[in-house]
């Protein structure tokens, strides 16, 4: 079976749940997106973008204290290294060069924590793009960091006062703009989300990372891991890590969801872990929703995860039983941040940290190999950490 | 009975949009009386949906309120249910976005809407090619799912759009969302070409607030549809009932007219 299949389908999830006005725009860039992939010229200037300007392949980093800590070896994918300080940078070279084959000038995108927007703010600037990032009001305040970093990088940051004022609502707006301005526009989404081709096209650009890490462990191990742990907010980081290793059936893939404030709460973003079906921003996945099937407003310490969807890929290995699904609340996220600081000396964003922290929640044996992935790093989060800590929140 | 076998009559139709329970469940009711009554050909009701990514700002205002209130499903269905039993018989299709039905359940979505009294759907974010089982379950029951062409749909798409609509076929005018302001109306070729294929009435929407609009498009099309135009009129005299209604039925009128 393909995965997706024609339609954009994962299983039961995924499709393309647009809009007729952006049928034809999806339709051209599906086309143009396979064409590309098999264009060797195409994956040759990926490639050259990746290592030159990306810095990759990034480090697979063998954690002593951590492995020490927890009895078993620890090993860290470096993604917080990457130009930008983040796993979206793969994705957003991928993109603009799509967008460039196909002639776009102007360049949009949503941002939640900052991240996807600082890298497509850096790649619009490096290919003379325009470019209009939206970001919700209430991520504009508590990543004010980024906000400055993407006006830097010459892109205008569109405040988006609708809704929970989240990445969710940034997303909306973003595709608003888009059914405006479909001729000229190209829209670089963030994550494993979204209409097909996104969910497929996103994976596909951010697989180097789990590439990568296959090679990696093979080389220093000699053997593939028991483990691959990842944090999933749309999850683009865990769908690139996990990727490669899908057919590798021993290779456990374990999905970190935000379990916010605790999932008896309702202040979460866990819609994996939550388990009901719904259709958002063009696909059909789990979604955290009310009882009257409105959409919710999600909860996390770490804004690149408070989102109430997940990519539909995600769905499909979490219903096909491939990947395993739980949640860190934001205090264990912040044990696991202050973690890593301490033993590793790393300060990771705070949406890696969930991932970090789980590593208290496994029964490790000392032969398991683990791989986390450190998707970003935490410069951006530290006023909110500070906060947290100092302000005893 | 298909009520919407009514929009086959000749002459020029008005479609007029208003978002359930905006500015009130009661007020939703006596607006579709005057609507009906005013001479509207159908009165399309929106539900509420928390992230309408096709609407513009008057109508996600409008849908914010109308949450705020914490307008349901259910409550738009009995809104149906009532006006039919005051003996409102145009066709009524009602306006929201998939998750909504999904949610419901889709099926019984269709069960309770036909049972209400409602005569159809029309749903952005579902393309005729998506939820297949839906389409057959609504096609079998005769309840009408209208879909939407857009300017930049291919010929052979929106020949499929045709063959696959009922009730009538809604053709976007233009790129963006409901209620945009930009002032070009576009693909005038398509509207045409969809008017050649269809032996549905073809309606066109998104963008139009004035008479003087309305009255070129209905040189191509079969009837006009006015959404945000019309809710932000019922934003402006909210407060106050029996002015909204007169005000109702003025706006329908200078339509009427053209």
Same mark, same amino acid.
């Given at each position: ?393 | ?132 089982? !839906? ?7 005769? !309840? ?23 009730? !009538? ?90």
């Amino acid at each position: 079976m393909r995965i997706p299949d024609n339609k954009g389908f994962f299983g039961d999830f995924g499709g393309k749940f647009a809009p007729e006005t952006l049928r034809a725009l999806l339709d051209d860039l599906e086309r143009n997106y396979e064409k590309a992939k098999k264009d060797p010229s195409f994956k040759r200037e990926f490639d050259y973008y990746l290592k030159f300007y990306v810095g990759r392949p990034s480090p697979l980093y063998f954690a002593g204290k951590l492995s020490k800590r927890f009895g078993a070896k620890i090993y860290l994918k470096r993604e917080d290294l990457n130009h930008t300080g983040a796993h979206k940078i793969n994705n957003t070279i991928g993109q603009i060069l799509l967008a460039k084959r196909m002639g776009k000038k102007r360049i949009i995108a949503e941002t939640g924590a900052g991240q996807h927007g600082v890298a497509t703010a850096t790649v619009a600037a490096l290919f003379n793009c325009e470019c209009d990032v939206y970001m919700g009001e209430e991520d504009i305040k508590r990543q004010s960091l980024n906000v400055f970093r993407m006006e830097l990088l010459g892109a205008r940051v569109i405040p988006v006062t609708s809704g929970s004022k989240t990445l969710k609502d940034a997303l909306n707006e973003a595709t608003r703009d888009w059914l405006k301005n479909v001729d000229n526009t190209f829209y670089i989404i963030g994550t494993v989300s979204g209409f097909h081709p996104y969910p497929m096209m996103v994976r596909d650009f951010q697989s180097v990372i789990g590439k990568e890490a296959r090679k990696q462990i093979l080389e220093a191990e000699g053997r593939l891991p028991d483990y691959l742990v990842a944090c999933v907010g749309g999850g683009s980081n865990a769908m690139g890590l996990f990727y490669p290793f899908i057919n590798d059936k021993n290779v456990k893939l374990i999905g970190v969801e935000a379990g916010g404030l605790g999932l008896k709460t309702g202040k979460h973003a866990a819609s994996i872990v939550n388990n009901e079906v719904g259709i958002l921003h063009g696909a059909k996945t789990y979604v955290l929703q009310t009882e009257h099937g409105q959409i919710t407003e999600t909860h996390s310490v770490s804004a690149g995860l408070d989102y109430p969807g997940v990519g539909p890929e995600l769905s499909y290995l979490s219903k096909t039983k491939r990947a395993r699904f739980d949640a860190i609340t934001d205090k264990e996220a912040l044990e696991g941040f202050k973690m890593m600081c301490r033993e590793e000396g790393i300060i990771p964003a705070l949406e890696s940290s969930h991932a970090c922290a789980y590593l208290e929640k496994m029964k490790l044996k000392k032969k398991d190999i683990v791989i986390v992935n450190v998707s970003g790093r935490g410069d951006k989060d530290i006023n909110t950490v500070y906060s947290l800590i100092k302000g005893g929140k | 009975m298909n009520r919407m076998e009514m929009l086959k009559s000749k002459g020029k139709k008005i479609v007029i949009y208003l978002m359930a329970g905006d500015p009130g469940i009661k007020e939703t009711e006596d607006l579709i009386i005057t609507l009906a009554r005013s001479g509207v050909s159908l009165v399309e009701l929106g539900i509420p949906f928390s992230d309408p990514i096709a609407d513009g700002i008057v109508i996600q205002k409008a849908g914010e309120r109308a949450l705020n209130r914490g307008v349901t499903v259910k409550d738009c269905l009995d809104i149906v249910k009532r006006v039919r039993e005051k003996g409102i018989e145009i066709p009524i299709a009602a306006m929201t976005y998939y998750n909504l039905i999904y949610h419901f359940g889709p099926e019984k979505f269709v069960d309770s809407a036909l049972k209400a009294g409602l005569d159809g759907a029309i749903i952005p974010d579902l393309p005729f090619d998506e939820e297949p089982k !839906f389409y057959s379950y609504a096609k079998k029951r005769g !309840f009408n799912l209208v879909y939407l062409a857009a300017p930049s749909n291919t010929r052979e798409r929106a020949k499929k759009i045709v063959e696959k609509s009922s009730g !009538f076929v809604y053709y976007i005018l233009q790129k963006g969302v409901t209620g945009s302001t930009k002032s070009s109306i576009v693909g005038f070729e398509l509207l045409k070409y969809l008017k050649k294929l269809s032996k549905l009435p073809v309606f066109a929407g998104f963008g139009i607030s004035e008479p003087s609009q309305a009255k070129e498009i209905l040189k191509t099309a079969d009837g006009v549809i006015i959404g945000s135009a019309f809710v932000s009129l019922c934003e402006k005299y909210g407060r106050n009932k029996s002015i909204l209604l007169k005000k109702a039925e003025m706006f329908v009128k200078k339509f009427l007219n053209v």
